[in-house]
């Protein structure tokens, strides 16, 4: 994101605001998600000729945690489907951090803000 948080001197940024805030890290989050996605549907599609349904739901169970569904018929798309899983374990972690950092760092800021701090600023 190209913009910071708010430091712990100022004041909480306004709900309203924060909707927003959360929003952009939710299309961020999103679009990372859906990127991950393609990579494993090409891949699938590639290197295990699957329909792209198939490609669809063993990408989205890999990047779900939950493994392929579809058995592997090549030593490529084997290979593809292992380094994919780590690609997909490290990708859902940062969405997940993505999604949940407004949230986490407003919850934190409102602990943490020095209200009497602010008023000198």
């Known amino acids: 994101m190209t913009h910071s948080f708010e430091h712990r001197h100022q004041k ?21 998600l859906t990127f991950g996605l393609g990579i494993g549907m090409l891949g699938y599609h590639e290197f295990e000729d699957m329909n792209w349904t198939d490609s669809f739901l063993n990408a989205a ?11 592997l018929k090549t030593d490529a798309g084997k290979i593809f489907a292992g380094l994919y ?6 990708v859902f972690l940062v969405s997940a951090g993505l999604f949940f950092s407004p949230s986490v760092h407003r919850l934190l800021h409102k602990f943490h803000f ?8």
Do not use: C
Request: net charge positive.
């Open 12 to 32: 909480p940024i306004p709900f309203k605001a924060f909707l927003i805030r959360q929003g952009r890290y939710l299309l961020s989050a999103t679009l990372l």
């Open 114 to 121: 020095e209200a009497d701090r602010a008023d000198e600023k």
């Open 61 to 71: 169970m890999i990047l779900g945690g939950m493994g392929p569904v579809v058995p």
């Open 85 to 90: 899983a780590l690609f997909s374990g490290l």
